[in-house]
T-cell receptor, first 120, second 116 residues
Framework: GAVVSQHPSRVICKSGTSVKIECRSLDFQATTMFWYRQFPKQSLMLMATSNEGSKATYEQGVEKDKFLINHASLTLSTLTVTSAHPEDSSFYIC????????????????FGPGTRLTVL | AQTVTQSQPEMSVQEAETVTLSCTYDTSESDYYLFWYKQPPSRQMILVIRQEAYKQQNATENRFSVNFQKAAKSFSLKISDSQLGDAAMYFCAYNGIAGANSKLTFGKGITLSVRP
């Protein structure tokens, strides 16, 4: 149980275009989803936290107009990178969490497999 | 704010040997959760082991065990009988008891290589 998927796994786009990444919890309802960015050989950097039906909470230094997050249902959150530029190229990871006791008694986050974004 | 420190960027271990990865953290909370995650070359984050701070007994999962020293705020991971598949980046992480919706704080990670 507690499986999280991400789509696409890889995406290449041209500079100036927008890219949408989907994160889905497949077998549980995710009250909260988190979006991370990771550069090679570095740690995960939290970008934003989203709760279903609410506006996302962005970390300091993350442009909310650049990285649009929507958490429209308890199983789906999307990250849209708008007007992408080469410096946005990175590995994006989502995770999902639930307050349901049958899913999560350790405040555990369940991670998706990540999306590699390359902006040309 | 909580911080997690992994001071060793890289470590190497001989296959079948034991290795210990260090992690220290800083918090003013009395109860919290600690995790070790493994990130292999596929980059999928895999939970290795977890520990609740109020539990004095160190967590164990097969070849993986922790040495949790609450007073010292130390949470090291011991890998016994190391295997080639253990080669990965390992992250120590902290989460408060505020709920499942609270943020994870990660250390910088350590790259573990396993020599055949």
């Amino acid at each position: 149980g507690a499986v999280v998927s991400q789509h696409p796994s890889r995406v290449i786009c041209k500079s100036g275009t927008s890219v949408k990444i989907e994160c889905r919890s497949l077998d549980f309802q995710a009250t909260t989803m988190f979006w991370y960015r990771q550069f090679p050989k570095q740690s995960l950097m939290l970008m934003a936290t989203s709760n279903e039906g609410s506006k996302a909470t962005y970390e300091q230094g993350v442009e909310k107009d650049k990285f649009l997050i929507n958490h429209a249902s308890l199983t789906l959150s999307t990250l849209t990178v708008t007007s992408a530029h080469p410096e946005d190229s990175s590995f994006y990871i989502c995770s999902a969490s639930s307050t349901g006791a049958n899913v999560n008694s350790y405040n555990e986050q369940f991670f998706g497999p990540g999306t590699r974004l390359t902006v040309l | 704010a909580q911080t997690v420190t992994q001071s060793q960027p890289e470590m190497s271990v001989q296959e079948a040997e034991t290795v210990t990865l260090s992690c220290t953290y800083d918090t003013s909370e009395s109860d919290y959760y600690l995790f070790w995650y493994k990130q292999p070359p596929s980059r999928q984050m895999i939970l290795v082991i977890r520990q609740e701070a109020y539990k004095q007994q160190n967590a164990t999962e097969n070849r993986f065990s922790v040495n949790f020293q609450k007073a010292a705020k130390s949470f090291s991971l011991k890998i016994s009988d190391s295997q080639l598949g253990d080669a990965a980046m390992y992250f120590c992480a902290y989460n408060g008891i505020a709920g499942a919706n609270s943020k994870l704080t990660f250390g910088k990670g350590i790259t573990l290589s396993v020599r055949p």
